[in-house]
């Protein structure tokens, strides 16, 4: 990973914008940025992570940062997705409040002094919800089912999830881990790990330079992903009370089904290899490797409780 300019010292806001492709939007989007948050008084810097582009978006970032200090750069050697760009801003950032939105111009950079607005009300990370979504029907309509999927399934009600626009404190953007494509479930992640999430409504405007980068392996990697928040955060602090009442189901299952086989065998009747018979074998088998499986993951994650607790209290 190549970086564009030193680290400099902590500032007031930092705006993180992951990139790929996107050479064109680069120069207004920062201009409308600087614009932005001069009006609030704050000082600022802006992280352009260049996620393996092939258009010339880090040599554009360099150019932009030789023309402002306030302008960073960093660039992969190739694509690592989306989650990979955060966690890299998110490192090198260096700023009370952090500020993410995408490069593509769709998110409006005059949104930003409303966000830190509702952060400064006691909030640790706001969401912005795209009301008024200028993209086409088919990722509207998704995007809804995804929504409202993933707000039942992690117990945090949003409207929008994967809104590029988000506003952070330092502390959630230090403790929320990102890899794969958790990108998308940010908001879920740190309302999971104890942190007051809320959502304000954002501008959205239609795409002006090039095109989207999801295509129709997003869902599926999305349902993946959010298997892996529900089961690794929404019940690390017992798994076995998961895993246990899966093991129970299947005991009582084919526990019930040996006996009735028991009942046949003292009432004097042969027993032969049946289906029904094998099934309830099965089911003790799975049982048994369930609970097992809760009892192990109880070991993983009982030396992480304390410093994850320690970390997420907060001082009176």
């Not at 890299?88 to 607005?117: K, R, S, W, Y």
């Not at 940010?186 to 304000?200: N, W, Y």
Request: proline content about 4%; overall charge positive.
């Amino acid at each position: 990973m190549n970086t564009g300019t030193t680290v400099p010292a902590r500032c007031d806001i930092a705006v993180v914008v992951p990139a790929l492709n996107e050479a064109e939007s680069l120069p207004e989007l920062v201009e409308r940025i600087a614009a932005a948050i001069d009006g609030m008084g704050r000082s600022w810097e802006v992280w352009i992570v260049d996620d393996g582009s092939r258009d010339g978006t880090f040599a554009v970032a360099e150019r932009l940062a030789a023309d402002r200090p306030q302008v960073h750069g960093l660039g992969f050697g190739r694509n690592f997705g989306k989650a990979a760009a955060l966690a890299a801003g998110f490192e090198a950032a260096d700023a009370d409040v952090v500020i993410t939105m995408d490069a593509d111009l769709q998110d409006d950079p005059a949104e930003i002094p409303n966000l830190v607005a509702k952060l400064e009300e006691g909030w640790d990370l706001v969401s912005g919800w795209k009301q008024d979504r200028q993209d086409g029907f088919i990722k509207n309509k998704t995007s809804k089912v995804f929504n409202w999927f993933t707000a039942r399934m992690c117990g945090l009600r949003l409207h929008d999830f994967n809104c590029g626009l988000k506003a952070y404190r330092r502390e959630v953007t230090r403790r929320v881990r990102l890899y794969g494509e958790m990108h998308r479930y940010v908001p879920a992640l740190a309302h999971l790990d104890g942190f007051r999430v809320t959502e304000l409504p954002v501008r959205h405007a239609a795409r002006k330079f090039g095109r989207t980068k999801y295509g129709p392996d997003r869902f599926i990697n999305g349902f993946l992903d959010l298997l892996t928040v529900y089961f690794l955060h929404a019940r690390r602090t017992s798994p076995l009370h998961l895993f246990g009442r899966i093991g129970l189901f299947f005991l009582a299952a084919g526990s019930a089904i040996s006996l009735y086989f028991l009942g046949l065998w003292l009432a004097g009747h042969g027993l032969r290899l049946r289906p029904a018979l094998l099934l309830g074998l099965v089911f003790i088998i799975v049982a048994v490797q369930s609970i097992s499986l809760g009892l192990i993951a109880e070991l993983v994650v009982a030396g992480r409780r304390p410093e994850s607790a320690f970390r997420i209290a907060r001082r009176v």
